[in-house]
């Protein structure tokens, strides 16, 4: 199975949009997905901000969101939010894993399709 | 073989693609999959689906801004 990782740094539509959209179509077309949200995207991991998204003329946030997770797509927060945003793990969604740069890194190995926003 | 049917009219890409794939797991080999969809990439996604999973398009057919494809799993 392939392996696609997307980064998402920052907390704007132009940053989850596009990985919510490339994402999915990759995890539909059976690739093994990867998403690895910097401290920067900390605040679309709220509870019940992803499903706040819809901006005109797309999908809805959460029906990709929810595609992905259920097509075994992972979502993560890189650990180093709970110092640099002064957040507990506690303060966001359940549907996420808080790793470290190096879990990230080393499960991506061999990704043949990576992508930042 | 059985015959699936999934109705995807207002559904934006990448939508009806990764309703397709959640439904796949669904299905037999043999099995078809009925799909009527409007997005305007559906007729290219299907073919490219297709193509990545294995999959068999039979046809995908413009039936007049909607298309009724088959997919043989």
């Not at chain 2, 207002?10 to 037999?28: R, S, Y």
């Not at chain 2, 305007?40 to 413009?62: H, N, Q, V, Y």
Request: glycine share 8%; charged share 25%.
């Amino acid at each position: 199975m392939a392996k696609a990782a997307y980064v998402v740094n920052g907390a704007e539509n132009k940053n989850i949009i596009p990985a919510l959209v490339l994402g999915s179509s990759s995890a539909a077309s059976g690739d093994e997905v990867f998403i690895f949200f910097t401290p920067g995207a900390a605040e679309l991991l709220k509870p019940g901000k992803i499903e706040t998204l819809k901006p005109k003329g797309y999908p809805e946030a959460i029906e990709l969101w929810n595609g992905i997770k259920s097509l075994g797509g992972k979502f993560y927060l890189c650990e180093l939010v709970l110092d640099v945003k002064d957040m507990k793990k506690e303060d966001f969604r359940d549907d996420i894993e808080l790793v470290g740069a190096t879990t990230f890194i080393s499960e991506i190995e061999g990704a043949q399709t990576t992508f930042a926003f | 073989m059985a015959v699936h049917k999934l109705e995807l009219l207002g559904l934006k890409c990448p939508q009806p693609i990764l309703k397709i794939a959640v439904e796949a797991p669904k299905l037999q080999a043999g099995d078809i999959l009925e799909v009527l969809a409007d997005c305007e990439s559906f007729p290219r996604d299907i073919e490219a689906w297709c193509k990545k999973t294995g999959r068999t398009l039979l046809f995908c057919r413009d039936e007049g801004g909607k298309y009724n494809a088959q997919v043989q799993f």
